[in-house]
């Protein structure tokens, strides 16, 4: 089993839409939790941290379950520039600095 | 620039030759990664710098990957023997130290062995 899954997708949705992107886990020890936004042949770059007790960024927000280890991004409002692969990234605890990528989920937003 | 730079872009080698990737850190980084990527999936860890020394080496798949920084800034990846499955994208990431702070990537070291 792979430390981060995600669905790879693509998913296509159409301009406004909302859209949402689920994360799991599997070390219950994961002390960290990003998503990072990849452009086609670009490199990753941070989106947002992901707390515990759920943050926003605009039209981004970011959900933590612990519990059931999964981490969420839901993107309300797509824009056409929206369009990217988006990385759930994970770090154990007790082993800062190695970060763990998620496959990516690719968004394809359309006109 | 003052971003992480990544020298050669692009690298097309034969099987069994030798390859080396140079990763130029952002100034005052003290922590360096190396990744790899290959078509559709996300980043693989490779191994991580906390200044000179690897603090983990845990992801370089077999013996002949090497990575050195011996300098506490520029990094090095070897790669001896080279065979196609070594074919990726290989990824440079800086942050300013240890712990869950933001990684800033270079634009990555295309490598393909025919």
């Known amino acids: 089993r792979k430390e981060v899954e995600q669905d790879p997708g693509p998913f296509n949705v159409p301009e406004g839409a909302t859209v949402a992107f689920n994360c799991t886990y599997s070390n219950s020890a994961s002390q960290s939790f990003f998503w990072y936004r990849q452009d086609c042949r670009k490199e990753p770059k941070l989106l947002m941290s992901?707390?515990?007790s759920g943050n926003e960024d605009g039209r981004f927000t970011a959900q933590l379950n612990r519990a059931s280890q999964y981490i969420s991004l839901l993107i309300r409002d797509s824009k056409l520039s929206d369009s990217a692969t988006y990385l759930c990234?994970?770090?154990?605890?007790?082993?800062?600095?190695?970060?763990?990528f998620g496959q990516g989920t690719t968004l394809q937003v359309k006109p | 620039g003052a971003g992480v730079s990544q020298t050669p872009s692009n690298k097309v080698t034969e099987k069994g030759k030798y390859v080396e990737l140079r990763c130029d850190p952002i100034?005052?980084?003290?922590?360096l990664y190396w990744y790899r990527q290959s078509l559709g999936q996300g980043p693989e860890f490779l191994i991580y710098?906390?200044?000179?020394?690897?603090?983990?080496d845990s992801g370089l798949p077999n013996d002949r990957f090497f990575a050195v920084r011996p300098e506490g800034s520029v990094s090095t990846l070897k790669i001896q023997r080279t065979e196609r499955g070594d074919s990726a994208v290989y990824l440079c990431a800086s942050s300013r130290d240890q712990g869950p702070g933001e990684l800033f990537f270079g634009e990555g070291s295309r490598l393909t062995v025919l």
């Open positions: 990234v994970v770090m154990l605890a007790g082993n800062t600095g190695k970060l763990i």
């Open positions: 100034s005052g980084h003290t922590a």
């Open positions: 710098f906390q200044g000179t020394g690897a603090a983990d």
């Open positions: 992901v707390y515990s």
